[in-house]
């Protein structure tokens, strides 16, 4: 067939031309899809025998990156046919449910940023509920999130992943060059006799600096001297001590503070006594005005994040208190100044709080001291130890054998000085290196396993029903000396009630944060904590700044405390309960009598709504501890604090007088419950025992009064929740909200109960009212949910 004949051919049949192109692409393409599996096909009839290799080099194995690549393409295409028929359903709605749920976070974090408050607050209430973001999500929402809303979600207790991560995490700057940068940065608040002193004792003039890192990676070895490290600490004890003025605050602030203070956190990432003092500085710069920018571009949001979720209380204690001086959204907002520290709640609430509760504690005492739960082995009170006066080691010449129970109770031979005394006496703490007060665990009961479903059933019932049945009486543990033959009464509790917890694990570093919220959860608990000493060689201030003299007097002391509690919003409208032990009792008499010589309303409430006062071994006519500086004046030389508790001290006496005037007439609404020391304290080093408080210091002729067999340092430390002492306190922070709750004219007698009719009007208009408001929020949610 000649070449003209196929082509007229072709043209008769133009289809075939069509096909015969399709067919030979298909099998081209075919050819090239298979190859690797002809090339196998053909290598079986080509000759393998390899050259002889050249043994002067090296052997590698070589991988050809096509053929890598389409073996995984294989697998992932097999893959896929497997569940070809599911994904075809499932694919689709599961794409479009993923992008709806993210497009849901997205949409809820814009309603957070621009929002009405109401808005916002519901907002940043969902988005804390996603648990079904990706890391990536969470990274990027980040990114676009302002500070506003991240110090919400902070307080919300939100996951750590919605914050930033800390600048440089894995860098730490070299102490050198950031006691340099330190050292200019305190010397721009010069003229300033704090900074001056300071400057003069422990910042000598630097050398200039050459040839130095500026940052570390963690790959590095990084060894800090001993000097550095010391040095360091007190620059941050300092901070502490300076920041408490807003102004100072403020500068340190506006020449980049909070970034030297992060670079200190990665330094002291394992000294939780230190991060605490860091954490006081990070507390006091809170309090100035627009610092919240400040703290969210240094990155200190999520640092204060991850804090509030650390397990050692005091971390948990002053970073919610700094979070709660940032977060301006709180329908409950308000500032704590320094020495007042947030109990419960320490995360925000939509409930207004119904009573404020407020510890103070004693010489040498402290918020996670004073309020530990007692440990069941006997305590003694020792001497030994020295104070420390910017830092929170305030050991001093009274320190208690009492152990402290760190990390589970476990101690470790190497142990350190640290911790706060309590009482007329400190507390002699042996803690292990870097000691962590960790929040107290719930033992939970062991699981049964039983098979027979009825056996398990009445096993488990048996359980939880009460080891005693009503007939019986248990008197509590801790009863008073002086309670009733029988002990009934307030002195014992029903059968039916009682749970034995002799045998129980668990213990707590401060109870009132960690008992009262179960009992009382809408009641706001605080604590306060303030500086003292015993002897002159702790308590000479000035020899730590000049600005401290005299500040250890009880006047000076009650005055400085009294405008930082009115400052907290304490007692706006609802009961206040003090709770005071020892020095602290002496110093809640005074606050109250100068608020009622305040011309101030927000300083009058604070008299004006006490509802109860606990005494706890408060010696109101003085103690005889003090007449130590008349046998003893050589040797321990006492603080101002100890000379003013001296028996019988006129300051003291009139002050007493007073109050107990005040008593039976402005505060004659008062419940008053006093509590004195029934053993004394045992002295280790002098082996003799020591009545701190006599009883008939302790003892006023006003409320209830009980005599308990414990020993001063005991009085603030119950056993557990079922003891005399927690009980009756409870007792009184009930008929202080109870009273609250049931209102009474100044007769004394109930309000009358409205009119029906005027109740039945009341309740149409509320209905009318909730109904007019739903049908004018459809539209606009019904547009929400559109866009």
Not at 522 to 538: C, F, K, M, P, Q
């Amino acid at each position: 067939m000649s070449l003209e004949d196929l082509k007229t051919k072709l043209r008769r049949h133009p289809k075939l031309v069509g096909l015969g192109g399709v067919g030979l692409i298909t099998a081209a393409g075919f050819l090239l899809y298979e190859s690797p599996q002809v090339h196998r096909f053909l290598s079986q009839y080509v000759d393998k025998k390899s050259p002889e290799p050249d043994k002067r080099r090296a052997e590698y194995i070589y991988i050809k990156y096509h053929i890598y690549r389409e073996s995984m393409r294989k697998l992932k295409q097999k893959e896929e046919d497997e569940k070809k028929w599911i994904s075809v359903i499932i694919n689709p709605i599961g794409k479009w449910w993923k992008a709806a749920k993210h497009s849901v976070a997205w949409r809820l974090l814009n309603i957070a940023q621009t929002g009405s408050q109401p808005e916002r607050l519901k907002a940043v209430q969902q988005l804390i509920c996603m648990d079904h973001l990706k890391d990536w999500d969470f990274r990027h929402l980040a990114q676009i999130c302002d500070a506003r809303t991240a110090v919400s979600l902070a307080r919300c207790n939100a996951d750590t992943r919605w914050f930033m991560p800390v600048p440089r995490r894995g860098c730490i700057k070299n102490p050198k060059m950031l006691l340099s940068e330190l050292h200019v940065m305190l010397a721009r608040l010069r003229p300033m006799a704090c900074v001056d002193h300071f400057f003069s004792k422990y910042f000598p003039d630097q050398d200039p600096i050459e040839d130095i890192h500026e940052y570390l990676t963690q790959e590095q070895t990084i060894v800090l001297s001993t000097a550095d490290t010391d040095l360091l600490k007190e620059i941050i004890s300092f901070l502490h001590h300076i920041t408490k003025d807003p102004e100072v605050s403020a500068r340190l602030m506006r020449d980049g503070g909070l970034v030297h203070l992060m670079e200190l956190r990665k330094i002291f990432n394992d000294d939780n006594e230190t991060l605490s003092t860091l954490c006081k500085v990070l507390a006091n710069m809170s309090l100035v005005p627009d610092a919240v920018e400040h703290f969210f571009t240094s990155g200190w949001v999520g640092a204060l994040a991850e804090w509030q979720q650390c397990p050692d209380l005091r971390l948990q204690v002053i970073s919610a208190k700094t979070m709660a001086n940032l977060d301006y959204d709180d329908p409950n907002q308000c500032t704590y100044p320094p020495n007042v520290y947030p109990l419960h709640p320490r995360v925000r609430t939509r409930r207004k709080p119904k009573a404020d509760i407020v510890f103070v504690h004693g010489l040498l005492g402290g918020v996670f001291i004073t309020w530990r739960q007692r440990d069941r082995k006997p305590t003694e009170l020792g001497l030994y130890g020295k104070n420390a006066f910017y830092t929170s080691e305030t050991d001093d010449v009274f320190l208690v054998g009492e152990q402290k129970r760190l990390n589970g109770g476990k101690q470790k031979p190497e142990a350190v000085k640290n911790g706060n005394g309590n009482g007329n006496g400190s507390q002699k703490t042996e803690t292990i290196k870097d000691p962590v007060l960790k929040a107290s665990k719930k033992v939970e009961e062991q699981r049964l396993n039983i098979s027979d479903a009825a056996t398990k059933e009445f096993v488990e019932t048996l359980r939880n029903e009460a080891e005693l049945d009503s007939d019986w009486e248990v008197v509590h543990p801790d009863v008073p000396i002086n309670a009733n033959e029988e002990c009934v009464g307030k002195f014992s509790v029903c059968g039916s009630e009682w749970r034995n917890q002799d045998t129980s694990e668990e213990y707590t570093n401060c109870w009132p944060m960690e008992w009262l919220p179960d009992d009382y959860p809408d009641s706001r608990i605080l604590g306060i904590d303030y500086t003292s000493a015993v002897t002159e060689w702790s308590a000479n201030f000035t020899k730590y700044c000049p600005c401290e003299k005299g500040q250890g007097h009880i006047d000076v002391r009650a005055s400085t405390l009294l405008d930082r509690i009115s400052a907290s919003d304490v007692g706006n409208d609802r009961p206040i309960v003090w709770i005071g032990h020892s020095m602290g009792g002496l110093l809640t008499k005074l606050i109250l009598l100068k608020s009622l010589d305040s011309q101030e309303p927000k300083v009058q409430q604070l008299a004006k709504n006490t509802k109860g006062i606990v005494f706890l071994g408060t010696p109101h006519r003085g103690s005889p501890i003090a007449k130590w500086k008349q046998h003893m004046q050589m040797i321990l030389s006492p603080s101002i604090e100890v000379k003013e508790m001296e028996e019988n001290s006129p300051k003291l006496l009139e002050m007493h007088r007073r109050f107990m005037g005040c008593l039976h007439t402005l505060l004659r609404h008062v419940k008053v419950v006093s509590v004195a020391e029934g053993s004394p304290t045992m002295l280790t080093s002098f082996k003799f025992p020591l009545r701190i408080v006599t009883e008939e210091s302790s003892k006023i002729d006003f409320g209830d009064f009980y005599l308990l067999k414990d020993d001063h340092l005991s009085l603030s430390k119950p056993i557990y929740r079922q003891s005399f002492l927690y009980q009756r306190l409870l007792h009184v922070i009930r008929e202080a909200v109870k009273e609250r709750s049931d209102p009474k004219d100044q007769d004394g007698q109930s309000q009358s109960t409205p009119n029906e009719d005027v109740m039945l009007v009341n309740i149409v208009a509320a209905l009318l009212k909730g109904a007019k408001g739903l049908f004018e929020s459809l539209p606009r949610v019904a547009l929400r949910f559109s866009t």
